[in-house]
């Protein structure tokens, strides 16, 4: 990497501070910290280093102006992490675009955006091309274990028939946020009621059915989704709260995907506290068949955080545009 990145870190809740927290390890690499964006109170106009709990401070105080930040540090790239739902994010993404700043997001919604939000995806790729910049949505999962690295598998086969994929995570492990996500300490009743909302469980299952069916160019004609909840066969304790025999401690997450007879996906996600046997799996029932297993899975935490940082070169680089994994060249970690 020849040309210093200047980036800011636009959301400072847990992925967005250990975000931070990487960024400013990478100077080595060319990357450079001038900025940090979030509308809460509590840290608008602080130091950076006290919102992370440093000692020194970083001369980084956090705004909750963007623009006025993106003008003041001549921002290439704003890694993103403020939601997991693109309609609520749009104007901070549209800002950014219009500030000639690139954007690297952990926004779910936005890692394949074609079949939910055709319109805001239309509207975000008009205005990243016409500023000139490059907006992508990226992570663990989505962005890696349920999509991009079975699409990737598949460039080993001739013929494909179907492709299975799954992943299971002791979520008592994961940060709160995820823990309250997946309705963890809920009872069946409350999680029931929360589900009718549409937006309650993982986000990003049906965006990673769709763009592997799309890297295959398979027309899928049907498309079947469900949730459950796991539920505690005895008391179990997180670093948070505890959840106690009976009640929720996780989600039970299908998408099947089905083009005619020929070709099928299915997506299996369980997340829940306690999980036994955490692993990711891939079977690809392909000529040849290509069978993969990442052993305890990957962590998703620190995985968000890398696939985030690892990208910047490669946005940087790429042409206009709102883009996915499949349009960019293959992530790689920036080193040490």
């Known amino acids: 990497m ?9 959301g400072l809740g847990p992925i967005g501070a250990e975000s931070a927290r990487k960024l400013l390890e990478k100077s080595d690499n060319g990357i450079r910290l001038v900025g940090a964006i979030d509308i809460d109170p509590a840290k608008v106009g602080k130091d950076l280093g006290e919102i992370l709990g440093m000692k020194e401070r970083l001369g980084i105080v956090v705004s909750n102006d963007a623009r006025t930040v993106f003008r003041s540090t001549q921002t290439h790239v704003a890694v993103h992490t403020t939601s997991s739902f693109l309609e609520k994010v749009f104007s901070q993404l549209a800002q950014c675009a219009e500030s000639n700043v690139n954007v690297v997001s952990s926004t779910e919604e936005l890692f394949y955006p074609y079949d939910r939000h055709p319109r805001i995806a239309m509207e975000l790729d008009a205005i990243a091309k016409r500023n000139g910049i490059t907006i992508v949505g990226t992570g663990v999962n989505p962005g890696f274990v349920m999509d991009t690295l079975p699409l ?92 106690a025999r009976g009640q929720v401690s996780g989600i039970h997450q299908i998408i099947n995907g089905y083009n005619n007879a020929t070709h099928s996906l299915l997506l299996d996600l369980k997340m829940y506290v306690g999980a036994d046997n955490p692993h990711d799996s891939i079977f690809v029932d392909g000529d040849p068949p290509i069978d993969l297993e990442i052993k305890t899975g990957v962590f998703g935490d620190s995985a968000t955080v890398a696939a985030l940082v690892n990208i910047i070169p490669l946005v940087v680089a790429s042409g206009p545009g709102l883009m996915t994994m499949k349009e960019l060249p293959v992530l790689r970690s920036l080193g040490s």
């Not at 459950?228 to 505890?242: G, L």
């Open 152 to 243: 990737m598998a598949t460039g080993m086969c001739t013929k494909i028939r179907s492709i299975t994929v799954e992943r299971v995570v002791d979520a008592s492990r994961r940060r709160l946020p995820l823990q309250r996500k997946i309705g963890a300490g809920m009872s069946v009743s409350d999680f029931e009621e929360k589900k009718k909302s549409g937006t309650f469980g993982h986000i990003g299952l049906r965006e990673s059915l769709l763009f592997i069916a799309a890297g295959l160019e398979w027309n899928l004609q049907r498309v079947e989704e469900s949730l459950a909840p796991m539920i505690a066969t005895k008391d179990i304790k997180t670093p948070y709260f505890e959840v």
């Open 2 to 10: 020849t040309k210093t990145i200047n980036v800011v870190q636009y």
